[in-house]
């Protein structure tokens, strides 16, 4: 092979070489921006789109004078009941935090909000948060009612708490340090870390 073909060679697989280059850099400054504009997007915006794209629930379980049927939400429910609820939520304050707990003797966040529906409204909710967090529609946070379900993520990529809406920025939940208890949207960590609402009751 003559000097001037090896010169040739050496040239393309320069050329080649760093055509590769700026295809890496440009992928790499298309991923940087992306990313950019992800995390511009506030925790809220980011769950709500999440969450709007997963296969949401329109019916629940609950108890008729005919018994067990389906019933579409939002589950419209008396202003009587909801009172109660509030009662029972205040001599329900202080039960402890029990992981996995949906019972009085003590309850986790989710275990909570199913037990009080329950005895409140007739209501069957799922177990967990992340599956309380596919009923109804998605409430954001200026839109919030009396009721709503409020969700939480400490990751940022999926719920991990929920309690229930009171109004004037409160919500009722089982916190795992203090247990049940009433919280403010405007506290520090609930601020951050707030997903969305649903709602799946509707108070007369």
Known sequence: MNESTISATQSGARHRHSG???VTLLLSGLILVLGACQSTRSLSDR??????LKKRKSYISCTRPEGLSG???PVQ????????????IDTAKGIRYRFGGTAPDGFDCSGFVQYLFSISYQIQLPRT???LALLGEIVPRRALQRGD???????GDSIDHVGV?????????????EGVRISSLRQSWYETHFAFGTRVIRVE
């Open 47 to 52: 769950m709500e789109s999440k969450y709007s």
């Open 129 to 131: 948060s992340t599956d």
């Open 149 to 155: 379900l409020v969700f939480f993520s400490s990751g």
């Open 20 to 22: 590769k280059a700026a």
């Open 71 to 73: 019933c579409p939400l």
């Open 77 to 88: 429910v008396p202003e009587r009941n909801y009172q109660r609820m509030l009662t029972w």
């Open 165 to 177: 809406f009171l109004g004037d920025e409160r919500f009722a939940h089982s916190a795992s340090r």
